[in-house]
């Protein structure tokens, strides 16, 4: 209802009651894809696809207080189209992980750190998790240096696979795939339990 513009509110929680503040528009252009995740209890990333910006992989860190939202600059992760994810999930309070498939690339699913430092982001080197058509990814963390992605594996008869990503640094890499289910899967969610 609003041109598509990316948008966010805080919840505020009473028992089983929510309130909300106002809303706070961090992307002012048709927007899509949104995923967050928490850096600290006031400070969060939002990363999506920037429809109005070449489909772009983009990022932004949000501020709270109270129920005030402010954000910084928008910083891109990928110059090129996308159309898959992105997703993304904090690692620490300056680390966070995003996901997505590159079809500028073949939809490679690929994978990038962000350090936030304040509200700047710098992005390490871009990682291929899978060298063939990747859709439908959910990223969720382990600890501080390790993550899963669950993703439907297009190149693969579309199978639900999932593969573990270790970082140093803002350097990644990756086990193996494996696969979770052997048929066409999509609509993928992912959680974790503790650190294994």
């Known amino acids: 209802a ?3 513009y ?9 028992g089983t009651t929510i309130s909300f503040g106002s809303e706070y528009v961090f992307n002012s252009g048709s927007t899509a894809r949104i995923s967050a995740t928490t850096l600290d209890s006031t400070h969060f990333v939002v990363a999506y696809c920037d429809i109005d910006n070449h489909y772009y992989g983009t990022a ?4 709270v207080s109270g129920t005030t939202i402010s954000f910084g600059s928008e910083y891109v992760f990928n110059s090129g189209t996308i159309y898959y ?15 997505y498939s590159d079809n500028s690339n073949s939809d490679f699913g690929k994978a990038v750190v962000g350090t936030v430092s304040g509200t700047t982001i710098s992005y390490g080197s871009i990682y291929v998790f899978n060298s063939g058509a990747t859709r ?13 992605v669950a993703y439907q594996d297009y190149a693969n008869s579309s199978y639900g696979t999932a ?26 969610s992912a959680t974790t339990l503790d650190s294994t």
């Open 136 to 148: 439908d990814q959910l990223v969720t963390s382990l600890d501080s240096t390790h993550f899963v």
């Open 60 to 63: 932004i860190v949000g501020t």
């Open 2 to 4: 609003n041109s598509s």
């Open 85 to 99: 994810g992105p997703a993304c999930v904090s690692l620490d309070s300056t680390h966070f992980v995003a996901t």
């Open 6 to 14: 990316g948008t966010a509110i805080v919840g505020t929680v009473s």
């Open 163 to 188: 593969i573990v990503g270790t970082v140093s640094g803002t350097t990644i890499s990756f086990g193996s795939e494996y696969v979770f289910n052997s048929g066409s899967t999509a609509r993928i």
